[in-house]
Nanobody, 122 residues
């Protein structure tokens, strides 16, 4: 599985962005998919994941209620809708996939996409 993230950019606090992750590989729909982020000088952290069929989602407390993960297995795409952005959301965002029910840790990730930069100004 290969993953390609896009959609990052510069946004003012309170604004919205939608990240997309295009996946290649026939078996992508069988993987739990998710998003992680890494701010300068910090470790990569979990943001959200969505089950293989889109039936369940899980979010980090810091983004709960503001971010929404979704997927389209026909198009082989995963999305992260980010609303009410805050300066502390500034980071490089990575899409990820893994053969696990719970993709909440980097150790559970089998495939990483390249990152896309999100910068939120105050």
């Amino acid at each position: 599985v290969q993953l390609q993230a896009s959609g990052g950019g510069l946004m003012q606090a309170g604004g919205s962005l939608r990240l997309s992750c295009a996946a290649s590989g026939r078996t992508f729909s069988m993987y739990t998919s998710g998003w992680f982020r890494q701010a300068p000088g910090k470790e990569r952290e979990f943001v959200a994941y969505i089950s293989w069929n889109g039936g369940s989602t899980y979010y980090a407390d810091s983004v709960k209620g503001r971010f929404t993960a979704s997927r389209d297995n026909v198009k082989n795409q995963v999305y992260l809708q980010m609303n009410s952005l805050k300066p502390e959301d500034t980071a490089v965002y990575y899409c990820a996939a893994g053969q696990t029910r719970s993709l909440y840790a980097t150790a559970r990730v089998d495939y990483w996409g390249q990152g896309t930069q999100v910068t939120v100004s105050s």
